[in-house]
């Protein structure tokens, strides 16, 4: 979550949380996402956002997809994913494992599906 906190928030006034049991992966995705909020939408966050089990923040669909968008420009720009193709790291396993992400963060970048659906058709 992303939350309004003076004491913890630096010059934004705003601080990051992530749940620490979380896989690595899945916390750094959250840092990003969180980050992309701030940036594309710091006049929505009020005093905060925070995700339910459901991931859902009371923010339109959009809004949501708008960060996960930057979140993934973020963690796996176009850029790195070319150069790393190029030296024959290819698999969507290969490329998650490499910057750090999950597989299916990184098979919806590549394919936009999940991971599973990918396997399924043979791209993983």
Do not use: C
């Not at 992966?25 to 959250?30: E, H, I, N």
């Not at 969180?34 to 669909?61: C, K, Q, T, V």
């Not at 597989?103 to 590549?110: E, G, I, Q, T, V």
């Amino acid at each position: 979550m992303i939350v309004k906190n003076n004491k913890r928030g630096g010059e934004s006034g705003f601080a990051i949380y992530v749940n620490a049991a979380h896989p690595l992966v899945r916390r750094r995705f959250t840092i990003a996402h969180e980050i992309a909020h701030y940036i594309l939408h710091e006049n929505l966050i009020g005093d905060g956002i925070a995700e339910d089990a459901l991931l859902r923040a009371g923010l339109s669909n959009a809004v949501e997809r708008q960060a996960n968008a930057m979140a993934a420009d973020i963690l796996m720009p176009w850029h790195l994913i070319k150069d790393l193709q190029e030296n024959g790291i290819e698999t969507i396993d290969g490329l998650a494992t490499i910057l750090q992400v999950s597989k299916d963060a990184m098979s919806y970048r590549l394919l936009g599906v999940p991971y599973q659906e990918a396997q399924a058709y043979g791209h993983a």
